[in-house]
């Protein structure tokens, strides 16, 4: 992380994060410090993305294609929503073994995402100098310091086995574009499926038991609350002593329990469907079929998600007028941000709202977190995920930076044991595909979640060309900007209240970025509020020199 | 064995040339002990396709201001950005997985590293080459099957 830092006299300053990727594009993050503590902050995206307009008047299978090629880290969470959009557009019949294989698909692509983004991203910073004096930091800086940590080459390196599984029944990882409406394109053989299962208990043995969690997946998915985990934690040194056991002491140390709250909203549009529940792809059935739930959670209350209910509001963003809309009727026409400043609009990202019953539009977290505390609502079916871990914590201690990235490191166990669970019930000699008719008309919706939180496409096809393709990402929700009635996103809104020990090198406000796994890189910029000076820059993601 | 991997973005236009290059290539029919990888907008993903790979050949879009469809060929040592520390997950280009894969595969790192750069007239967001990275692409693509396919390599 490089700090250009300018002197700073003044005590409130602007801190302005910038990202700059070649895939998804830039982001800025412009923060105001007042006395060491963030007052304000704005998220800006200064990438169009323009793939709604590469996509309007194409072939309708065209968004298998494209979507994938969206992001280089979450392709395959692309194409399972595009492929249900598709589905429910042309209402398919998808026969359980094509179900099977798409959510294994879907579960090894976020099974790769998760060790990789602790070692190669956050647990980088974690080994930051403003740490040293911290008792359990040079353990820390023993096992995550980039290249060099006895930890970091064992994650690095097993996080490609996963994607070793998508690529025997996808052809190939990432960008595949094997799922296709009706179906999946391959037909695996009795080897396919042992090999995968031996790829699989390869990433269980090597890191996720052997390094991460020091103990069986079993013993760890038993904990329910916030205090059978300390309980686990004092249980055995091997708890004590795992990767992950050494993460929840050292965030106990250094205070990452306690900021980066952001909203305490949470929104989960679900993923993985039940192989006989889902046969007939349809959008009012979707939930019912659902295995990791979808759902919203308010603050107070769990509400059914309708896809109904979400809007885009651009009337900060870089496109015409100030309107909120469900994707269906979404806008996508720019303007020149040199224009759109004048109306006070400051970014290329729309804000990504949703309709509570009672009117009122709301921001809401996107990814792990909010899939469990999702998982946590009382009221599950027998097939569907109930884990009311994630929702006790947030309770007893809040949310924050540790309890996010906890969140997406839980998840390892839980999608090892369902892909574990549905290798197992491939049927090798029934059918993977049923082509389907395909309607010159319809409207369509696929959602998922990616590693990074709820991602969907709708889609509207008019003699048999896409009309209108809206593609919503969890970064989007999470980086999005203020709303009309100025209300921030939830980065926007995580960022405010931290403290900056040295605001010429705010690695805090880095844990923050980080901890939401946008797919943007972030570059930070702290300004002085008074004098609206800018005091440091910095990029987030590599680790401390 | 050669790995050929084609890095670039299919959705802008001429950035796409290095997966389509692939797909051309395996049209063609690669030569025996040639593996080809699609290596998309992935970044860490290039570095594991090397495994394996005694000899590695990298194919991209660039921009130089030389003439759209202009071919440079260079030496992966030229082009490799060490040091590492500097690498952020969605911002991890070949330049850096060449330098990961050097750290990951340590002696099993591929003797000889060449780069094939294809100067790009457009990045716009949008499918299809313009036709000069279109010619160039065929060019290459010709040329790579001919010279694996003799004993003699790249070079």
Not at chain 1, 41 to 57: D, Q, S, V
Not at chain 1, 494 to 509: F, H, K, S
Not at chain 2, 18 to 23: A, D, K, V
Not at chain 2, 39 to 60: N, P, W
Request: charged residues 25%; hydrophobic residues 40%.
């Amino acid at each position: 992380m490089s700090a250009n830092s300018v002197g700073t006299q003044g005590a409130k300053m602007d801190v302005h994060v910038h990202a700059l990727g070649r895939v998804e594009g830039d982001l800025d993050v412009r923060v105001a410090i007042e006395d060491g503590v963030v007052v304000d902050a704005w998220t800006e995206a200064t990438m169009f993305r323009g793939f709604e307009i590469i996509l309007k008047g194409k072939d309708p299978q065209a968004g298998l294609i494209v979507t994938p090629r969206i992001c280089g880290i979450c392709g395959g969470s692309h194409l399972y929503k595009a492929v249900y959009a598709l589905d429910t557009a042309w209402q398919t019949e998808v026969p359980p073994n094509a179900t099977l294989i798409r959510n294994i698909a879907q579960a090894c692509e976020t099974l790769q995402s998760i060790p990789r983004w602790f070692y190669a991203l956050f647990a980088i910073g974690l080994t930051h100098r403003n740490y040293s004096r911290a008792k359990l930091y040079e353990e820390v800086a023993r096992r995550w310091a980039p290249f060099t940590g006895t930890s970091y080459e064992v994650g690095v390196v097993t996080s490609a086995k996963p994607v070793e599984i998508y690529a025997i029944f996808g052809g190939q990882w990432p960008h595949s574009s094997f799922m296709v409406p009706g179906g999946v394109m391959c037909g695996p053989t009795l080897s396919d499926i042992t090999r995968s299962i031996s790829i699989l208990e390869y990433y269980r043995e090597t890191w996720l038991e052997g390094v991460w969690l020091g103990c069986s997946v079993d013993r760890w998915l038993e904990n329910e609350t916030w205090d059978d985990v300390l309980r686990w934690l004092d249980e055995k040194p091997q708890h004590r002593d795992s990767d992950l056991g050494l993460f929840i002491r050292y965030c106990l140390e250094i205070g990452l329990d306690k900021y980066g709250a952001g909203p305490g909203r949470y929104l989960a549009m679900g993923t993985y469907f039940h192989p006989e529940k889902y046969r007939y792809p349809n959008i009012e059935g979707r939930n019912a079929a659902l295995i990791s739930r979808a759902g919203v959670y308010d603050g107070e209350d769990f509400h059914d998600f309708e896809q109904a209910r979400v809007r885009e509001d651009h009337t900060h963003s870089f496109f015409r007028g100030s309107a909120s809309l469900h994707p269906f009727e979404g806008v996508t026409e720019p303007v020149d941000p040199a224009e759109g400043k004048k109306q006070d609009k400051y970014t290329w990202a729309k804000a990504p709202r949703y309709m509570l019953p009672g009117g009122e539009e709301v921001s809401l977290e996107a990814g792990p977190l909010a899939r469990q505390v999702i998982a946590g609502r009382p009221g599950a079916e027998p097939w569907q995920d109930y884990d009311p871990l994630f929702l006790n914590i947030v309770r007893e201690l809040g949310p924050s930076v540790m309890v996010r990235v906890l969140a997406r490191m839980h998840e390892a166990a839980k999608y090892y044991r369902l892909v574990r669970q549905w290798l197992s019930q491939v049927d090798l000699n029934e059918k993977f595909y049923i082509k389907p008719q395909e309607l010159p008309e319809g409207r369509g919706f696929g959602a998922t979640e990616a590693a990074r939180g709820a991602l969907a496409d709708w889609i509207q096809i008019k003699d048999g060309k896409i009309e209108n393709y809206q593609v919503i990402t969890p970064t989007a929700w999470n980086i999005g900007p203020r709303d009309r009635h100025g209300n921030r996103g939830p980065i926007e809104t995580a960022m405010i209240g931290a403290t900056v020990l040295n605001p010429e090198d705010p690695v805090e406000l880095a844990h923050i970025a980080q901890s939401y796994d946008s797919c943007l890189v972030c570059t930070v910029h702290a300004y002085d509020a008074r004098t609206h000076k800018e005091l440091a820059r910095f990029t987030v993601g590599p680790g401390a020199p | 064995m050669t790995v050929i991997i084609g890095c670039g973005n299919l959705l802008r236009s001429d950035d796409g040339v290095g997966p389509l290059l692939i797909r051309r290539l395996w049209e063609l029919g690669p030569p025996p002990g040639v593996r080809l990888a699609d290596g998309g907008t992935a970044g860490m993903d290039v570095a594991f396709q090397i495994d394996g790979a005694t000899e590695l050949i990298i194919v991209d879009a660039c921009r130089t201001g030389a003439p759209p469809g202009t071919i440079f060929e260079v030496p992966g040592e030229e082009v490799e950005t060490p040091p590492l520390t500097a690498i952020n997950l969605h911002d991890f280009r070949w330049d850096h997985a060449i330098a990961f894969g050097r750290w990951l595969l340590k002696d099993r790192f591929p003797r000889k590293v060449t780069v094939f750069l294809i100067e790009a007239a457009s990045l716009e967001p949008g499918m299809g080459l313009s036709p000069a990275v279109q010619e160039a692409m065929e060019r290459l693509a010709a040329d790579l099957v001919r010279r694996l396919g003799r004993d003699e390599r790249v070079g």
